[in-house]
């Protein structure tokens, strides 16, 4: 089946720092999902980007279909964006390993 | 804000239980999935739900394991005998399309734990 690869595993940045998190998949999707599951656990949809580039907020994703790889940027992080950030592709039947990030003050 | 119903939040039992986890999904939503996640590790995508039927699942899905919407509101996942490696957080989620553009939401987990 298709591999989902995220990078770095973990990230430790300090407040006001930005960040890209990588996704690298192995073969050719049609969606790509990106989610934060916060500190207690919740996951919650950031941006469905099965290519372009999206933003929201201090948020912004871009897929490169062709090439097999999302990034997912983070500006001026806060500590409310600690968590795992998974990007999932196959209509969300296959999640990437992950990054945890934690935001520092 | 619409969101996303599981009870119980936490859910114990023995060995070689039945356990019903319960989901009541966005009311305008008609695509359901049921995760698991083990702790510490990635999210596990179980099944997915349309239109009354199995949509897809993965190998983890196997025969003790089944889904039903008893009713108009609720989507429920049953895990017959139940062994101690089911231990882990199950999610529902539910998406107005098949994974569109309006993406997916998530319910907060029941952790389930097999003792």
């Known amino acids: 089946g298709i591999q989902v690869e995220q990078s770095p595993p973990d990230l430790i940045l300090q407040e006001g720092a930005n960040s890209t998190l990588r996704c690298n998949f192995s073969?050719?999707?049609?969606?790509l999902q990106w989610f934060h599951q916060n500190p207690w656990g919740q996951l919650i949809n950031l941006f469905y980007?099965?290519?372009g580039t999206k933003q929201n907020g201090r948020l912004s994703a871009t897929t490169v279909a062709t090439e097999r790889y999302s990034l997912l940027y983070i500006s001026s992080s806060q500590t409310t964006d600690s968590g795992v950030y998974f990007c999932?592709?196959?209509?969300?039947?296959?999640f990437g390993t992950g990054t945890r990030l934690q935001v520092t003050l | 804000e619409p969101e996303v119903t599981q009870t119980p939040s936490h859910q114990v039992t023995q060995m070689g239980q039945e356990v019903i986890l319960r989901c009541v999904p966005i009311?305008?939503?008609?695509?359901f999935y049921w995760y698991r996640q083990i702790l510490g590790q990635k999210v596990e995508f179980l099944v997915s739900?349309?239109?009354?039927?199995?949509?897809?699942k993965s190998e983890i899905f196997d025969d003790q394991f089944s889904v039903e919407r008893p009713d108009g509101s609720n989507f429920t996942l049953k895990i017959r005998s139940t062994k101690l490696e089911d231990s882990a957080m199950y999610f529902c989620?539910?998406?107005?399309?098949?994974?569109?553009?309006?993406?997916?939401?998530f319910g907060s987990g029941t952790q389930l734990s097999v003792l």
């Open positions: 989620a539910s998406s107005e399309e098949s994974l569109g553009a309006s993406g997916m939401f």
């Open positions: 073969d050719s999707v049609n969606n």
């Open positions: 980007i099965p290519s």
């Open positions: 999932a592709v196959k209509r969300g039947v296959t």
């Open positions: 009311s305008n939503h008609l695509y």
């Open positions: 739900f349309y239109n009354n039927e199995i949509s897809e």
